[in-house]
T-cell receptor
């Protein structure tokens, strides 16, 4: 069964600190892995997207890594800000269907305190 | 700036009422999707469309229906709302490939059925 598991479920950090969120997946075949940021009551917004051949990608203070061999990804947030408080969702796409099926994790709820 | 729009943002409605959630995109995307998301849970695909006059049911069984008469418009209808329909509904669209490019979400509609 294709699955995407994220950890931790929730995380609280102080403003200015760094943090790393984890994503493990069993989706096969693999097309790409995306990280989304979802503010409360809003739709997800794309942060990064990585294909099989990419093992790191940055978007400002967000850096995602991908190990396609172990089927693991991480999202590292540097110098956190209050506005980083949100749910971070890992999404994996397979290559096996014309729909471009997306498999969603449940997200890590990040809270940044002042 | 999002190019996919959902209305209303919030809706509280009584049991048995008929409702339509609106979704429009200005990107000319062929593929459009409806997802349902409960708090702290992953997104579940309930409907999708490859193009005009094409609609399919997603992975999660839903009593809602959709239509795609125009490329830019993908409304979702509940003929008789029930408390079990209370959830967040997210609309998304993507280009032809769907897997790698331009997968964009709307801001969502928070539906409460009382």
């Amino acid at each position: 069964k294709n699955q995407v598991e994220q950890s931790p479920q929730s995380l609280i950090i102080l403003e200015g600190k760094n943090c790393t969120l984890q994503c493990n997946y069993t989706v096969s075949p693999f097309s790409n892995l995306r990280w989304y940021k979802q503010d409360t009551g809003r739709g997800p917004v794309s942060l990064t997207i990585m294909t099989f051949s990419e093992n790191t990608k940055s978007n400002g203070r967000y850096t995602a890594t991908l190990d396609a061999d172990t089927k693991q990804s991480s999202l590292h947030i540097t110098a956190s800000q209050l506005s980083d408080s949100a749910s971070y969702i890992c999404v994996v796409s397979d290559r096996g269907s014309t729909l471009g099926r997306l498999y969603f994790g449940r997200g890590t709820q990040l809270t940044v305190w002042p | 700036e999002a190019d996919i729009y959902q209305t209303p943002r919030y809706l509280v409605i009584g049991t048995g009422k008929k409702i339509t959630l609106e979704c429009s995109q200005t990107m000319g995307h062929d593929k459009m999707y409806w997802y349902q998301q409960d708090p702290g849970m992953e997104l579940h695909l309930i409907h999708y469309s490859y193009g005009v006059n094409s609609t399919e049911k997603g992975d999660l069984s839903s009593e809602s229906t959709v239509s795609r008469i125009r490329t830019e418009h993908f409304p979702l209808t509940l003929e008789s709302a029930r408390p079990s329909h209370t959830s967040q509904y997210l609309c998304a669209s993507s280009d032809v490939t769907g897997t790698d490019y331009g997968y964009t979400f709307g801001s969502g509609t928070r539906l409460t059925v009382v």
